[in-house]
């Protein structure tokens, strides 16, 4: 039987990659293969933890790794042991992002552990690369050329979402080209919703909502009031708060359109918590809450949205600002293509990549994009065209065809045969 085993960041740890790592391996074990996880202690870890905290599952996982800095290699080849048996042909395949990772050495030292114990089939996947920062010709960051030249000759294979990536780190290590492999990045597939129906669903989630305070309830019936007005544009995000996001950009955004369609009620509304405490993210915070004022259009409302609506959140939007800085790579963009939400973006690495394919909207400054959003906003048409191509790709890349690819992928390796082209790329 062939197993892979993840090692990564996993609920109830409230995680990007640890939500990925799920998806994928619940499309994996759909499919029959065999699976288990070894994760970080979520409470050992400064990330925030469900509330639910009970994981479903049907594979094992063990939460053995207890610090972000400092990985107790010997714990992880006994998590190893404890979910094969002797006979198993298994993968090692490990998760890699720079906020649970930290320790850049001490990934390379774990690595160059796994092969001393006789690891074998080890891939990495990186969820965070550029390629098309100036610090180096070939895209990648400084200390991220220097962890791929590090790692690299430790592992078999190294997974890449996007055709940026992949040609950024063959170009170069030419001499590991065979090693890298393109897998896109998995689509939920969501039931389809009416944006009426997802926007009565978050209305009222928002108002049970015990962590919100007293006098923002007042908000939420005033939200409720306008937004199913036929005049009225919903215009925001949702999800973690960062200042790299640029989300206090919605505010100016909105005040920008509604000069520019006064017959319209133009509204801006950002749902959001922090991920972890810091001096910058608390300011930063701070300054959204400033600015939410019902009776200037702009809703703020402080909370973590669950999993199990975050789609929905992103669908009761009419346009789902997405003009951040760091435009690495998004699980966000991927809910909200499974769900048929409207996107309107920055062309700058993955989430650039894919909002082309899609075809939505991806542009080069803010100026082409306050222009977009007003050409959008007055173009019913264009939205069903957007929605079409993106429902196109939710299909081709859903998680049960990814992980279909992430099967052929083991068995490949495990075969010794030569490693497919799954995604692109000869």
């Not at 990659?17 to 870890?45: H, M, N, Q, V």
């Not at 009761?316 to 600002?321: F, G, N, P, Q």
Request: proline content about 4%.
């Amino acid at each position: 039987m062939t197993k892979i085993i993840f090692i990564s960041a996993f609920p109830p740890m409230i995680h990007g990659i640890g939500s990925y790592t799920k998806y994928l391996a619940d499309a994996l074990y759909k499919k029959g293969c065999e699976c288990g996880i070894i994760s970080f202690d979520p409470y050992a870890c400064e990330f925030p933890i469900m509330k639910e905290k009970k994981v479903e599952c049907k594979y094992p996982v063990l939460y053995t790794i207890t610090s972000n800095n400092k990985y107790k290699f010997n714990l992880i080849i006994d998590s190893l042991t404890n979910l094969y048996k002797n006979g198993d042909n298994y993968v090692v395949w490990i998760q890699q992002g720079d906020s649970f990772w930290r320790n850049r050495l001490e990934f390379v030292k774990m690595l160059k552990f796994f092969k001393k114990k006789k690891v074998k089939n080890i891939i990495v996947t990186h969820h965070t690369l550029n390629f098309q920062s100036p610090e180096t010709r070939y895209g990648l960051k400084k200390w991220q050329y220097e962890l791929l030249k590090n790692e690299l000759p430790y592992i078999d294979v190294n997974t890449v979402f996007t055709n940026g990536v992949y040609m950024a780190i063959t170009k170069a290590f030419p001499e590991y080209k065979e090693k890298i492999v393109l897998i896109r990045h998995g689509v939920p597939s969501y039931p389809r919703i009416s944006q009426k129906n997802a926007k009565k669903e978050i209305l009222r989630w928002l108002e049970s909502e015990n962590e919100l305070k007293k006098d923002w309830q007042k908000s939420v019936e005033e939200l409720n009031s306008k937004i199913f007005e036929k005049n009225a544009i919903t215009f925001g995000d949702v999800g973690f708060i960062d200042n790299r996001k640029l989300s206090t950009d919605i505010y100016l955004t909105i005040k920008l359109l509604q000069k520019k369609f006064p017959n319209k009620n133009i509204i801006g509304l950002y749902i959001g918590t922090l991920s972890f405490l810091s001096k910058q993210k608390i300011s930063y915070l701070q300054r959204l809450k400033n600015l939410h004022n019902p009776e200037n259009n702009f809703y703020f409302f402080e909370t973590y949205v669950p999993e199990r609506l975050f789609a929905k959140s992103l669908r009761a939007l009419d346009i789902v600002h997405m003009w951040q800085e760091d435009c690495r790579q998004s699980g966000k963009l991927a809910h909200a293509i499974g769900i048929g939400a409207i996107v309107i973006g920055r062309k700058l690495e993955g989430v650039g990549e894919t909002l082309k394919m899609c075809d939505y909207p991806a542009l080069n400054n803010y100026k082409e994009f306050l222009n977009e959003i007003e050409r959008v906003t007055a173009d019913s048409e264009s939205k069903d065209l957007m929605k079409k191509s993106a429902s196109k790709y939710a299909r081709t890349y859903s998680w049960e065809n990814q992980g279909l690819k992430h099967i052929e992928l083991v068995e490949s390796l495990i075969s010794e045969g030569k490693l497919p082209i799954l995604d692109g790329w000869e």
